[in-house]
């Protein structure tokens, strides 16, 4: 199968997305699929490409790139194109949202399948509005045929052969967007978004990960892992931990812009413990996998509860940790509080404090969730698994063309 991907993330760029893509890509092609994928100018220090093939020729993602995006298409002659989606990183212009709109019309035997990587929207970011942007809007809408056209969304919904959602809670949000999206979705749970380090059986990660932070065995290591924005309510644990014992340390891996992260000292300052907690930002996979090997509890504080779809809950649970989480208004299935994971309220740090002190008072609770992340791990987050689900998709929606 020849492979169009279309992303504008790729490392340097740090983004889930930007892990997402690559590995993707990496994985795809590992599996015989001939990669190409479609991206934004690079950057100093990106990774040159392991197996598939790179085409960085997208200067911007406004209406003036649409002629480049579509030639590009008709010029790699793709089996199918793979659009990872979400608004923000695409600066929040919908010019990539009509894109299959117009390749059904040019190249109406190539399956278009999007992937939304979150429901667009969350950023708060506000498309360009400008009177030119709405007159070109205005007139590919009356070009594609307007009716069934989403505000956010363009033709994505309407017009990709396939969506694939990385959670039940997205695919409802779709639904609910354009009703009847479901029967031409998959959900395919967010696999880890790094290189997962593997662990020896004489625990030699977790030895190697303490001594780079300086935590000794008699101390308890908590983690958070991921990138750090308002909706991973980091204020929340920096107030719970500041009622945790003095023998409790946490080590945060992720980056943030630096006026949010300044907000964030001050809170930790406020709560008390801050000489206990250590920021390491963003890091490389191997360092970064090393220091949750290192943890004893990975915290994971989703102001909207965890779902299927976070990739730093994937990456924790392959590290086989125990992981402290948020219950949303909705469960997906395979959460078992107590079983693979802790559950506890959203924004209730007495309520987070306790599941953590819960947790370090019992060491075969902290089995049991180890045990429970790993097989949870296993069975949705694997990288195999997804790439399966992946496959099946592509393959079987080229077929139907």
């Known amino acids: 199968m020849k492979l169009l991907i279309i992303s504008s993330q790729y490392p340097p760029r740090w983004s889930p997305e930007s892990a997402h893509t690559l590995l993707l890509c990496e994985q795809l092609a590992a599996r015989g699929v001939q990669v190409d994928l479609l991206t934004s100018e690079l950057l100093p220090g990106f ?15 406004g ?9 590009s298409i008709r010029g790699l002659q793709p089996d199918a194109v793979l659009l990872i989606y979400i608004d923000w990183i695409y ?34 970011m506000i498309p360009p509005n400008r009177k030119r942007h709405r007159l070109f809007r205005r007139f590919i809408s009356q070009v594609v045929g307007p009716r069934g056209l989403h505000p956010t969304y363009g033709s994505l919904l309407r017009d990709s052969n396939h969506i694939i959602a990385l959670s039940e809670r997205h695919l409802e949000a779709l639904e609910q967007a354009r009703p009847g999206v479901s029967a031409k979705s998959t959900v395919i749970p967010a696999p880890p978004s790094m290189r997962v380090a593997a662990e020896g059986k004489d625990g030699s990660s977790r030895r190697r990960g303490r001594a780079m932070l300086g935590a000794s065995e008699q101390e308890i290591l908590l983690a958070y892992f991921g990138y750090i924005y308002w909706m991973k309510d980091m204020e929340t644990l920096l107030t719970a931990f500041g009622n945790l014992s003095c023998n409790v340390r946490l080590v945060i891996i992720g980056a943030s812009d630096d006026k ?21 930002g963003h890091c490389e996979d191997e360092i970064a996998s090393l220091y949750l090997h290192a943890a004893d509890i990975c915290v994971l504080p989703f102001t909207d509860g965890v779902r299927l779809s976070n990739s730093s809950f994937a990456v924790a649970a392959s590290h086989g940790i125990p992981i402290v989480t948020t219950r949303g208004e909705t469960l997906e299935a395979p ?13 209730d740090p007495t309520a987070l404090a306790s599941a953590i002190t819960e947790l370090i008072s019992s060491q075969e609770m902290r089995r049991r969730l180890a045990a429970g992340a790993n097989k949870l791990a296993k069975n949705y987050f694997s990288w195999e698994r997804v790439i399966d689900s992946t496959l099946n998709v592509l393959q079987g929606t080229v077929a139907k063309q």
């Open 47 to 61: 990774p040159p490409p392991k197996g598939f093939r790179l085409h960085p020729r997208m200067k911007s993602w």
């Open 63 to 71: 209406w003036h790139q649409f002629p480049s995006l579509l030639f």
């Open 91 to 124: 600066g929040g212009h919908p010019m990539v949202t009509f894109a299959p709109a117009v390749l059904r019309w040019l190249q109406p035997r190539t399956p278009f399948v999007t992937q939304f990587e979150n429901i667009s929207g969350l950023t708060g």
């Open 260 to 280: 949010y992260l300044h907000k964030l000292y001050k809170v930790s300052r406020d709560a008390g413990g801050v000489e206990r907690v250590t920021w390491v």
């Open 335 to 347: 959460f078992l509080d107590g079983e693979n994971v802790k559950l506890y309220p959203p924004k």
